[in-house]
Nanobody, 116 residues
């Protein structure tokens, strides 16, 4: 069973940038569709970006133009570059399969806090 560990979060000022990483314990080659999710306190977890093995990418409207998702199957790693961060981006960020591939246990996540 694949397990995920997220990293790269932190405290950043509005307008700043972060690069989040998601390392899988097993091969992600077989996970066709992968995604980054976030959950803010008191809110439901939401999908913010997804990428297929074929390179098809989708972004939530809330991050479109500010986020770049990528994956390196050879390194079993997925990334999320977030720019022009806003206070409303404050949340725990998680990775997992997306769509029909949302079949794995959630990792510990990485906290992103955007505040001056």
């Amino acid at each position: 069973q694949v397990q995920f560990v997220e990293s790269g979060g932190g405290l950043v000022q509005p307008g700043g940038s972060l690069r989040l990483s998601c390392v899988a314990s097993g091969s992600i080659f077989s996970i066709y569709n992968m995604g980054w999710y976030r959950q803010a306190p008191g809110k439901q977890r939401e999908l913010v970006a997804s990428i297929t093995a074929g390179g098809h990418i989708n972004y939530a409207d809330s991050v479109k133009g500010r986020a770049t998702i990528s994956r390196d199957d050879a390194k079993n790693t997925m990334y999320l570059q977030m720019n022009s961060l806003k206070p409303e981006d404050t949340a725990g960020y998680y990775c997992n399969g997306a769509g029909g591939d949302l079949n794995y246990a959630w990792g510990p996540g990485t906290q992103v806090t955007v505040s001056s």
